[in-house]
């Protein structure tokens, strides 16, 4: 099974930038992608940002040009990196991996529990 773990959500301001990390442990044999999704307060769970094992990226409209998504393969981390914060991406953030942990395995998704970002004067 694969773990992953999330951190650096808290209270910013609007304007301001929080950088997420997510740190996978357990048994990786290769990896599809791993991604940033987020659900506020009463709304569904939406993707954020993806980055493919090639590096490709992706981003959903309302962030592209402010969110920046990373990745360091030695670290098991990805990152996402957000600047001009705006009340409306204030939700919990879940780091997102599609993995599979051997070579006869199926890849599958994994979850972490999620970060609380709020944007907040």
């Known amino acids: 099974q694969v773990q992953l773990v999330e951190s650096g959500g808290g209270l910013v301001q609007p304007g301001g930038s929080l950088r997420l990390s997510c740190v996978a442990s357990g048994s990786i044999f290769s990896i599809n992608a791993m991604g940033w999704y987020r659900q506020g307060s009463g709304k569904e769970r939406e993707l954020v940002a993806d980055?493919?094992?090639?590096?490709?990226?992706n981003y959903a409209d309302s962030v592209k040009g402010r969110f920046t998504i990373s990745r360091d393969n030695a670290k098991n981390t990805v990152y996402l990196q957000m600047n001009s914060l705006k009340p409306e991406d204030t939700a919990v953030y879940y780091c997102?991996?599609?993995?599979?942990?051997?070579?006869?395995?199926?890849?599958?998704?994994?979850w972490g529990r999620g970060t609380q970002v709020t944007v907040s004067s």
């Open positions: 980055i493919s094992s090639g590096g490709s990226t």
């Open positions: 997102n991996w599609n993995v599979r942990t051997s070579d006869s395995g199926s890849y599958y998704d994994s």
